[in-house]
């Protein structure tokens, strides 16, 4: 099946129009059941992220961060999906799910204090605040398998498939078009479709992997793979917000209710740079980035609320919301210290550690010689 | 003599050019390697000049890249595989060691794998995790693989032509961050054997052993020991698989005192092989302990601790102090 041949669940057109394809048609009672308050959140989210986004590139051109991977252009296929999981289930992010985090609860300025160097983490995913939002993997693919393994976990332990959606558990799990091409997450498929784990493999396809484009990985639309592995895979318009939350949710509840894994793979495009180490023009064209500028998913859905008479308002308000939360994420930012070097050997190991005393006490008092002045 | 004053970035750009015209079997593989030319623009319009069969741009898979290697040396070709950076290397950890370093000794010689496994490896460049890591150990540990590793952009302009030359499987480090700082690269030499370490400092009182980056640190310390009177000759062992023990048993017999220093952590690390085989065959010159300095047993650390982490100068002169004090 060529790219194109391909069916693709899209709701929104995009200039915003609600004009449904084909595949999209099982999936709208999903949507007619969203208010106005749900649809208006979505858009909300998607412009305070992008806000979010667009500060942490200028903090990071500005020396207060080591790396920034931005998620520009890739809201809707996180907006919609974060909101499509339910509270009980956990999610594994990869390293650019800043809208999924932050719906989640995960506060911005903890993977701002990743990307700034202070810590490996961030945040405690056994928080309650944090929404069982695992924290970021940077070596690709490889939390598919962890993610594939949390499932199985939970078919052991009867959190999943007992019939009760409002309870059971589901596992979704971010990768990118690159990482699809891991052993990994090839293994993360067998072991979840073997196991019947309650998984939604959420791919966005951004089109390129760093300056590789996706046709290296694949020889057929991403989505197709799903079946060698007895997957039920569904493509959606990952710039669209509605079909990618609408399809989460069908493809999560169906997993969580006994079905096994799913995925989907969402089909949207990074908009800026990899990371800010990156420089696109090496590798891809203006007009490739315009024709998908076209397609931006928070002006479509901003169309599609208008559409439907969303008061001016609304927009005011959320443009506000955007410039505030962005502001005050630099204040925390640059306001972030270091931390201490006790950091370093804290935790290395969970019982104590002969080797880690002793090099910690070791720096303690060389470190104690240069206070004191007596070193050189 | 035509010298050219480079980055070692373009030093290796230019010796993995040199190589693809030399030898037709050679072909460049990677992530990213072709268009953007690499991550650290090692690869830098090679692409260009030699098309997509000479320089391939990889889908995203690391154990793909090596374990598809293997097999384009089998059939005649001589792979050089970029690693984008050290801690992504693991993927492919089961093809190399377990592969790769194994294959000519299971062919009873029947076969050899020329193969090169570039890895930008090592600190100092602020990264966030898994971006500054030094795993020279793993690799030094398992038989059949060669490890080496530039300090300079002039060794790494001959040593990456010598090690595709090679008729094993070379494990490359690149100090990543060695690739900006110009040195002279002397074209018209002939280059060093690959697996030889050199003095590249004399001095009488302490011997300072170390590789990569970590050359530059020992020399910057040795300076700073000079203006206190004490003189350090440093050695850079260039090869950490196999060690060419010569010249630093050489010059640990001159000075009676050496101290190694590393980026990677301390234990069952290069250092302490280098200090047992010291103190086996040079004991009676040894008028203190061999010491060592390294990395300390704990995950290379968020970027703002790294200079806490990396052995610096001033560690390097406290364990000098020490030897000096027996
Ligand atoms: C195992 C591994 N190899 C290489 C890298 C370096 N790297 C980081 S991101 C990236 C491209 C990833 O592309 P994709 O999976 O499509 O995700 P995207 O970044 O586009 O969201 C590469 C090669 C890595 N992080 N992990």
Known sequence: MTSTETPLVRVLEADGRYAP????????????????????????????????????TNLQRQGQLALWPPSRGQEAAQVGSAYAARRQDTLFPSYREHAVTRIRGVDPVDILSVMRGNTHGGWNPLDPKNGNTRI?????????????????????????????????????????????????VHEAMVFAASYNAPVLFFLQNNH?????????????????????????????????????????????????SGGGPRAIEAVTYRMGAHTTSDDPTKYRGSDEEQSWAQRDPIARMRAFLE?????????????????????DLRARTV??????????????????????DEQKAWLEQYEASFEGGANR | ???????????????????????????????????????????????????????????????????????LAMAGFRPVCEIQFDGFVFPAFDQITSQLAKMTNRHEGALSMPIVIRIPYGGHIGA??????????????????????????????????????????????????????KGEVDLSASAA???????????????????????????????????????????????????????????????GRMVHAQEAPGFNGLGGEIAATVMERAFYSLEAPVLRVSGFDTPFPPAKLEGVYLPDADRILEAVDRSLAY
């Open chain 1, 136 to 184: 970021y993997t940077l070596v690709l693919g490889s939390q598919t398998l962890h993610a594939a393994g949390f499932g199985m976990g939970l078919v052991f332990d009867g959190k999943t498939g007992t019939g009760d959606v409002e309870r059971d558990e589901a596992v979704v799990v971010y990768y990118g078009d690159g990482a699809s091409s891991q052993g990994d």
């Open chain 1, 21 to 56: 394809s084909a595949a999209a048609e099982q999936y709208l009672p999903l949507i007619d059941a969203l208010s106005d308050a749900e649809l208006e959140q979505f858009y909300r989210d998607m412009v305070v992220i992008r806000a979010i986004d667009t500060q942490a």
């Open chain 2, 193 to 255: 054997p690959l697996h030889a370490s050199r003095i590249v400092r004399r001095g009488s009182d302490v011997t300072l052993v170390g590789h990569g980056a970590m050359v530059t640190t020992l020399l910057q310390a040795a300076a700073i020991a000079e203006g206190e009177g004490t003189s350090c000759e440093v050695v850079d062992v260039r090869s950490l698989s196999p060690v060419d023990y010569g010249p630093i048993l050489d010059s640990v017999r001159s000075t």
């Open chain 2, 128 to 181: 966030v995790e898994h971006h500054q890591e030094s795993p020279e150990t793993y690799f030094a540990h398992t038989p059949g693989l060669r490890v080496v590793s530039p300090s300079t952009p002039n060794d790494a302009y001959w040593m990456i032509q010598e090690a595709i030359r090679s008729n094993d499987p070379v494990i490359f480090l690149e100090p990543k961050s060695r690739y900006w700082p």
């Open chain 2, 1 to 71: 003599m035509t010298i050219e004053t480079v980055p070692m970035s373009k030093a290796l750009n230019a010796g993995l050019r040199k190589a693809l015209e030399d030898d037709p079997r050679v072909l460049l593989m990677g992530e990213d390697i072709g268009p953007l030319g690499g991550v650290f623009r090692v690869t830098e319009h090679l692409h260009r000049d030699f098309g997509s069969q000479r320089v391939l741009d990889t889908p995203l898979a690391e154990s793909g890249i090596v374990g598809t290697a293997i097999g």
């Open chain 1, 208 to 256: 390129w992997a760093i300056s590789v484009p996706v046709e290296t990985q694949t020889k057929v639309p991403l989505v197709t793979r799903g079946a060698g592995y007895g997957i039920p895979s569904v493509r959606v318009d990952g710039n669209d917000v509605l079909a990618s939350y609408a399809v989460s949710r069908a493809q999560l509840d169906e997993a969580r």
């Open chain 1, 307 to 327: 559409g439907r008479g969303a008061a001016a308002s609304v927009f005011d308000d959320v443009e506000t919301e955007a410039a505030d939360a962005a502001e």
């Open chain 1, 335 to 356: 306001a972030l210290t270091a931390p201490g070097r006790e950091l370093m050997f804290d935790h290395v190991y969970s019982e104590p550690h002969p080797l880690i």
